[in-house]
């Protein structure tokens, strides 16, 4: 187990996030940077940015050799890598298995990166809030420490759960490396955290959801979405449903289309439930199934879900708090009680 966490953004956007996992890549960005691989040194990468950005502060400068050395002189194979990613609001996390590569590719944004195997996603609601905080630094490239991150990371990698600080053994941090500069007072080390206020409010609201509709509770609230959004809904009691949680439908006897045949699932979706929803698709005459999961899908099922993509969706975490802000005004009581919501205006950034 390595000694060393870092977190490499794929973008404000999440521009990167499916590149990156597809390819078993992570980095990206600095698209005026030469290729760093001659960089020796810290000197080294402080030459060739100040060469791609003469117009820029001395501080943006700084910030940007901290990043770039981190990524071209020490993340390691064996280091834990963590992508937070935008498009799915899920947390990627693997192992770094080689050292900065220059790919000479047509994207200037996908060029300077490091090979990483992909080994778990997690949804934001797996990770409790403390390190969510540590995680939010606006840089793109860091190593979190505070909160005991390393740890908890590697427990994560490992079970997919976020257990705390206080029950997990704190990690040895790794001895800086011999440039001052690399000292834990970098930083790439240290960072400022600046979370974004929409991700902090979002987070939260999911973690109300998880903790006050789990279970047979999940299924009731998708249902209501549902509802909603438009849809005539049949919700099965608990108890054995078939495989079938909800069904709806458009129009006065909601036999209209398009046609829903919904699974709801609380834990991590295997793919072996995507192929008994669209064969229930097609038994019941349904047009589409849709897959409700809290916990997001493993990689087979991921796979599955694109080969079936016209005929099976997903609704994920981030979807369902999508859905319920969407349409909060028009949930029922007894939901709105459980998840009591304000608008807020703010300005932008």
Same mark, same amino acid.
């Given at each position: 187990m390595s000694n060393s966490a870092w %977190? %490499?953004? &794929?973008?404000?956007y999440g521009k990167r996030d499916e590149w990156a996992i597809e390819n078993g890549y992570s980095g990206g960005g600095w698209r005026d940077v030469a290729d760093l691989t001659e960089a020796r040194s810290r000197e080294d990468v402080e030459r060739i940015v100040a060469e791609a950005y003469p117009a820029d502060s001395a501080g943006a400068r700084t910030n940007a050799v901290a990043q770039l050395w981190a990524l071209r002189g020490r993340i390691s194979p064996g280091d834990l890598l963590v992508m937070p990613m935008k498009t799915n609001r899920e947390i990627a996390l693997g192992r770094v298995t080689s050292g900065y590569r220059y790919l000479d590719s047509e994207d200037r944004d996908q060029r300077h990166v490091v090979e990483v195997e992909w080994l778990r996603q997690v949804p934001r609601s797996a990770i409790k809030q403390d390190l969510l905080y540590t995680l939010g630094s606006a840089l793109t490239i860091f190593s979190p420490s505070r909160n005991n991150a390393v740890a908890r990371l590697e427990h994560v990698l490992a079970t997919g759960e976020d257990?705390? &600080?206080?029950?997990?053994?704190s990690a040895r941090q790794p001895a800086p490396t011999a440039h001052t500069a690399d000292s834990p007072t970098d %930083? %790439?080390?240290?960072?400022e955290s600046q979370p974004d206020i929409a991700d902090i409010a979002q987070d939260q609201i999911s973690s109300k959801i998880a903790e006050e509709f789990s279970g047979h509770g999940f299924a009731h609230l998708v249902a209501a979405l549902l509802e909603a959004e438009g849809f005539d809904v049949d919700e099965a009691p608990p108890g054995a449903d078939g495989g079938i949680d909800i069904t709806a439908g458009r129009g006065l006897l909601g036999v209209e289309s398009p046609k829903l045949i919904v699974q709801v699932k609380t834990g991590q979706v295997a793919s072996e439930v995507v192929a008994q929803l669209n064969g229930l698709v097609s038994t019941h005459g349904a047009d589409y199934g849709l897959l409700a999961t809290w916990a997001g899908l493993s990689k087979p099922a991921r796979d599955a879900v694109k080969h079936q993509r016209f005929r099976v969706k997903v609704w994920d975490s981030t979807d369902v708090v999508d859905a319920v802000l969407r349409n909060y005004e028009k949930l029922p009581e007894d939901i709105t009680e459980r998840l009591p919501l304000r608008r807020v205006w703010m300005l932008k950034d």
């Open positions: %977190v %490499v953004r &794929s973008g404000r257990v705390g &600080s206080a029950t997990m053994p %930083v %790439v080390d240290e960072p």
